[in-house]
């Protein structure tokens, strides 16, 4: 549903994030359930956030943790994604650097490993003055590395001072490259003694156990065991690597479906599975240092690991669908860190209309499950879905169209003129130049169905109620579009089809995103000068609208 193409002027681009999920996982255990050892070798008053958190007068938010690992300049990975993950999950983030990478979305460039006597100074430095509630390790670099942080956490130890510890055993990044060299993977076993829980994904627990790398769940948990048992450690094995897992789903073939799982085990061999629906999406730069990161701060906060497990996978989740609404780099750009923050509580300048449909985000996902969009993603459409489709999508576009022009009669009536300009540009756009689209595809206008009857009716129905209803009620078809071609044209297989390439091609056009932002920014402008009935009208109307859509894309 393409409207204005104008090019306009640069824009704020519009990004829409996961609502929060509730945290922690239910699992109801809100005790430190850390090892056995962890509990004789850190005897102080470990009964959660309570009596640290009183200090803080934060309830248990904003306690210490810290994380000891590389830099990531581009800002999804290493230390930069543990520091924004830590905010996110309620910690007070604090980083020691380990080494410093050239690296982007698209690769590491460079490694370089400052002279070990410095991290231990930048380690004292912290450690002698804000005592963490965790601590998160991740990229080490070297053996030396390796060595000197187990030093300085046995110091720990001695004095009764460690805290829970996570260790992400980094080895390669997502992009292939290599970030431990081969004598600091021999070695990284001798810091098992001083952590609490290890977080290595497939290919790092095979590599630990001298092993391949787990291809099915199955292998997964038995790999994780040996690690578990052999080291008496909680091991947290991430399953991001593992090929997904089928799971039936509603919409057909859909793109998201299946599953990832990850397990926890712990030094007694209990076995739980954390999974998660499987996203299609290339943004999973940092994932294990959002996942390990998420995980220090639950456990700071008093959580047994089971229940930071949860807390922390469910975290990830949200955060990992919310990715492809920031678009941060051309390679595997970043998990969205802060986005449920921003979708709950707004975030500092944020329109009432971006706000509602950051909410509605989580809504908006079943979109990629419809057929419509599941088989677009597959690059191989069924022909006569989407004739169907495209037809019904036709006859829509002739009443869309109207509505585009009452709006900019509404506006113009007001002395809004630039908006009146808008719409009645984007009117015009969908009469002579979206319908080609559909056309080169092969469609014909039919008589609208009862879906597409419906999406009408409520058009009408929000026009009645007055310009900003009307305003409201047609922006999803604007933003959902953008979105959905943008996200489309990143996982659209090499061998999709031609129809499946117009359509995304299309709907993934820059100028389109434009005038979908141009929109969003017009609709929020309209709703700052509304009163507070008159915007819950115009919020009510952005949720039906989107859900005339799921309902459009699924026939
Ligand atoms: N496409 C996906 N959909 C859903 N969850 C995912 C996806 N990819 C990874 N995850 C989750 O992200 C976390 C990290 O998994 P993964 O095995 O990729 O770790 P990693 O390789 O250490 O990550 P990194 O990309 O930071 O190197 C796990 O909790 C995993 O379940
Ligand atoms: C600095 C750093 N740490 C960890 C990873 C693993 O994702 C990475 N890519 N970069």
Redesign the pocket.
């Known amino acids: 549903m393409r409207r204005d193409r104008r090019a306009g002027p640069a824009r704020r681009r519009r990004r829409a994030f996961r609502r929060r999920r509730r945290p922690g996982g239910g699992q109801g255990r809100g005790r430190r359930a850390g090892s056995a050892r962890r509990r004789r070798l850190a005897p102080r008053g470990l009964g959660g956030g309570g009596v640290r958190g009183s200090l803080t007068g934060l309830g248990n938010l904003g306690l210490p943790v810290l994380s000891v690992a590389g830099s990531d300049p581009s800002g999804g990975?290493g230390i930069q994604?543990d520091l924004k993950a830590i905010a996110a999950c309620g910690g007070y983030g604090m980083s020691v650097v380990t080494a410093l990478t050239a690296q982007n979305t698209r690769g590491v460039q460079g490694v370089h490993v400052p002279p070990v006597e410095f991290l231990v100074q930048q380690l004292r430095s912290v450690l002698s003055d804000v005592p963490p509630a965790a601590i998160k390790i991740g990229m080490l670099g070297s053996a030396e590395v390796i060595h000197a942080v187990a030093s300085e956490l046995s110091a720990l130890e001695a004095a009764g001072t460690r805290p829970p510890v996570v260790l992400?055993p980094?080895m390669?990044?997502?992009s292939g490259d290599r970030l431990l060299t081969p004598e600091g993977e021999a070695a990284m076993s001798r810091l098992f003694a001083h952590v609490d829980i290890v977080?290595?994904?497939?290919?790092?627990l095979g590599a630990l156990l001298g092993d391949d790398a787990a291809s099915c769940t199955a292998d997964l948990v038995t790999q994780a065991r040996r690690l578990a048992r052999e080291h008496r450690v909680w091991v947290?094995a991430?399953?991001?690597?593992?090929p997904?897992e089928a799971t039936p789903s509603p919409g057909g073939d859909a793109a998201a479906s299946g599953?990832?799982?990850?397990v926890l085990v712990s030094p007694e061999g209990e076995v739980s599975s954390?999974s998660?629906?499987?996203?299609?999406?290339r943004n999973?730069?940092?994932?294990?240092?959002?996942?390990?990161s998420a995980l220090a701060t639950f456990a700071a906060r008093g959580l047994g690991w089971l229940a930071a497990s949860h807390a922390?996978?469910d975290y990830?989740?949200a955060a990992?669908a919310g990715a492809d609404r920031l678009a941060i780099g051309s390679g595997?750009g970043p998990v969205n860190h802060l986005g449920e923050l921003w979708a709950g509580a707004g975030a500092p300048g944020l329109g009432a209309a971006s706000a509602a449909w950051l909410r509605l985000a989580p809504r908006a996902e079943a979109t990629y499950s419809t057929s419509v969009v599941a088989q677009l993603a597959s690059g191989q459409p069924d022909a006569g879905l989407m004739h169907r489709y495209l037809g019904q999508d036709l006859a829509y576009l002739v009443d869309y169209a109207d509505r585009l022009d009452a709006a900019a009669g509404l506006a113009e009536a007001r002395g809004a003129i630039e908006d009146a300009a808008f719409w009645a540009a984007s009117a015009t756009a969908c009469r002579e130049e979206e319908p080609q689209l559909h056309l080169q595809l092969g469609a014909e206008v039919p008589a609208p169905d009862s879906v597409t009857a419906a999406y009408a009716q409520h058009l009408a129905t929000a026009e009645a109620d007055g310009y900003e209803a009307l305003a409201a009620a047609l922006l999803p078809c604007f933003v959902l579009y953008a979105e959905v071609g943008a996200r489309l044209a990143r996982v659209l297989p090499a061998e999709a089809n031609a129809e499946a390439r117009a359509w995304v091609t299309s709907y993934a056009d820059p100028g389109f995103a434009a005038s979908a932002a141009e929109a969003m920014d017009r609709v929020d402008a309209i709703a700052a000068g509304a009163d507070e009935p008159t915007v819950a009208l115009m919020e009510a109307a952005i949720a039906e609208s989107l859900e005339r859509e799921i309902a459009f894309f699924d026939r």
Not at 238 to 242: E, Q, R, T
Not at 276 to 281: A, S
Not at 284 to 292: A, D, E, I, K
């Open positions: 990975a994604a992400d980094v390669v990044a997502t977080t290595p994904n497939a290919p790092e947290l991430k399953g991001g690597h593992v997904v599953s990832v799982t990850d954390l998660h629906p499987f996203l299609n999406t999973t730069h940092g994932t294990g240092c959002t996942l390990s922390a996978t990830l989740a990992l595997h």
